[in-house]
């Protein structure tokens, strides 16, 4: 492919320059934030990523450490693994981990105008597009949020593998060198899978002769990645068990799990139209749009659907239009649209049904539309410099502004809440991070006006949870934990049991209750509730612990060892499994048995509290 041809104004180190700096230091504020939203469970409180010793865990099962069922298959060793050598070197520093994901949004700018000013052969198209990419406010949440550090590593190993994909004249070493990199995209997220659609579809629509010599020439690349795409999904399905999502029959994060297989695709399609609009006016973003937050699409006669139909029949028309005239816009829209196709709900459901971090890698194809459309005009109407860079500067306002709801999670629950969201999920952990900011004062500052309004707040965020959706379980379980905390029992009591009637192995609420009825002097109710947990799930951590712990009030350590070794079975890295070990090993006269128990203990001492 030929060099791109040089254009007035800056060189491309300067543009180079630019881009990386916009990336990096729009972003750089966010070493200031908190750990938020799921960085909690990924991270924070995920033992497979805080120790090194079980580092292979993440190599070898879920990276949330669960089975295939609880994590929806999700399988992503490489990005994982990131999170752990930084928690291995920096501890539980977030400013670091935020500052990793700024840096290498800045690198992800860069490869943007590297590979456009292939594509465009305008070293100031691929200005544009690099800036765009660098400043659009769409992409807040993928680095704002530090496991949206996945949707960058993601996007990063694609343009890596795409440049060395473009880079001159294949030969073995290059074909092998860009099937690695896209194999590592996809250790880092399955949404990396249609990387391969990419670098095919981009060959034949950017190639300037397409003849059998080219053919020969490209297919040896195009092999090579499609044993990359084979190798992953062989490597996954000998570790979940599965080849592509797991069977789930209802998912509260895509309310659309819930439907019928029509609405699916009809939401699935207005949602297509839906995501040009957050990238073509992205005003009014929030990070979570499920339930009530989009409404399902029942009809073909719902005027949001033949908008879209409209809308993605003009955006093909177009594409087809620039074939011939702008081929970058042709690129761009394909690009998009490929990019998006895995997280789309069409081919299947993901976990969410729309979300802003998966538009990181896809608006790609409209920075490259903007950089074709952008070069035209200053072409045409040089003034217009100062048109765009207006419009750069506003892109750039709104993601400074934007992206500061993210410092932590009270601030982003109460800014999706306060714009109206009808998400139960949103207002589930309004509730938990109001409850979570009373408790960081002290258990005994509970009684101060501020941390009552606080829990009184999460009480409030509970029932609009459980309004928008009746099931619920978790806002109802913090429900009754905030009335614990408030010292009114009997409501808690209320609340919890309602729980532990639907979902018995519920373990928030489980762990509630069984305290109170110790509270409360109601022992004759502890077996029936771990009876229950039990039979729903043989595997319920909470209900294995307060089996082992009663048992061994009970002077009956037999059947605590029984439980004890159960919960070792399923957290052998936890320091409380053995710890209930040890104690029933020492009432059974096993003093070799409680002193290795007591050696696992300490080497596991950093997750004392596991489970509890």
Avoid at 143 to 150: E, L, M, S
Avoid at 287 to 311: E, G, K, Q, W
Wanted: with cysteine; glycine share 8%.
């Amino acid at each position: 492919m030929s060099e791109p041809t040089p254009s007035s104004g800056l060189s491309p180190r300067q543009w180079s320059v630019l881009i990386f700096l916009v990336g990096l230091l729009l972003f750089l504020p966010t070493v200031s934030y908190e750990f938020t939203y799921d960085d909690s469970y990924v991270i924070v409180s995920n033992p497979l990523v805080q120790s090194p010793a079980l580092f292979p865990k993440l190599w070898l099962r879920s990276y949330l450490g669960g089975d295939v069922n609880t994590n929806m298959g999700h399988w992503r060793p490489l990005g994982a693994s990131t999170y752990a050598v930084t928690w291995w070197v920096f501890g539980d520093r977030p400013a670091v981990f935020h500052l990793t994901n700024a840096l290498i949004h800045a690198l992800n700018g860069l490869l943007v105008f590297g590979l456009a000013r292939r594509w465009l052969r305008c070293d100031r198209a691929a200005g544009i597009a690099g800036l765009l990419f660098a400043l659009h406010p769409v992409h807040i949440e993928a680095v704002a949020n530090v496991i949206g550090r996945a949707e960058l590593l993601v996007t990063l190993f694609t343009l890596l593998a795409w440049r060395v994909h473009l880079g001159g004249r294949p030969t073995a070493a290059r074909a092998l060198g860009a099937a690695a990199l896209y194999l590592c995209a996809m250790l880092c997220k399955e949404s990396a899978v249609p990387g391969l659609g990419l670098f095919v579809l981009g060959d034949v629509i950017m190639a300037p002769r397409r003849d059998r010599a080219w053919l020969r020439e490209r297919l040896p690349l195009w092999l090579a990645h499609l044993g990359a795409l084979a190798l992953f999904l062989l490597l996954r399905r000998a570790v979940l068990g599965i080849w592509g999502a797991p069977g789930i029959d209802r998912m509260p994060t895509n309310p659309l799990s819930a439907e019928s297989s029509l609405t699916q695709w009809l939401t699935a399609i207005t949602a297509l139209a839906f995501h040009w609009r957050l990238l073509l006016w992205p005003v009014a973003l929030q990070f979570d749009y499920a339930h009530r937050a989009f409404p399902a699409v029942t009809s073909p006669l719902d005027p949001r659907f033949i908008a879209a139909v409209i809308a993605l029949g003009a955006l093909a028309a177009l594409a087809i239009w620039a074939w011939r005239r702008a081929r970058g816009v042709t690129q761009g829209i394909v690009i998009h649209f490929t990019a998006i196709s895995i997280v789309s709900n069409i081919a299947f459901l993901p976990g969410v049904m729309i979300s802003e971090r998966s538009l990181y890698l896809p608006s790609l194809g409209l920075c490259l539309m903007a950089g074709v459309c952008g070069e035209a005009l200053l072409r045409r109407w040089p003034p217009m410099i100062w048109g765009l860079a207006a419009v750069g500067l506003a892109l750039g306002a709104q993601t400074t502004v934007q992206m500061r709801c993210w410092s932590d999670d009270l601030a982003l629950f109460t800014h999706a809440a306060e714009r109206g969201s009808n998400s139960t999920m949103v207002w589930g952990n309004l509730a938990a991070a109001r409850q979570g900011a009373a408790l960081k004062r002290g258990l005994q500052a509970l009684e101060e006006p501020e941390s009552r309004a606080l829990l009184l707040g999460s009480i409030e965020a509970s029932d609009r949870a459980i309004e928008i959706w009746p099931d619920n379980l978790d806002a109802l379980a913090l429900r009754g934990q905030a009335w614990v905390l408030l010292g009114q029992t009997d409501l808690a009591v209320t609340d919890l049991d309602s729980v532990l009637e639907r979902g018995p192995h519920h373990g928030r609420a489980l762990r509630l209750r069984l305290n109170l009825a110790r509270e409360r002097r109601e022992l004759d109710l502890i077996d029936p509730l771990v009876d229950a947990a039990l039979a729903r799930n043989p595997h319920c951590v909470v209900a294995l612990q307060a089996r082992a712990r009663w048992r061994l009030d009970q002077g009956r350590p037999e059947e605590a060892l029984e439980a004890a070794e159960h919960l070792v079975e399923l957290l052998p890295f936890s320091g409380v499994a053995w710890g209930f070990v040890a104690e029933a090993r020492a009432a059974l006269g096993d003093a070799e048995g409680a002193a290795e128990a007591r050696r696992q203990i300490e080497r596991w001492h950093w997750t004392i509290g596991l489970g509890q």
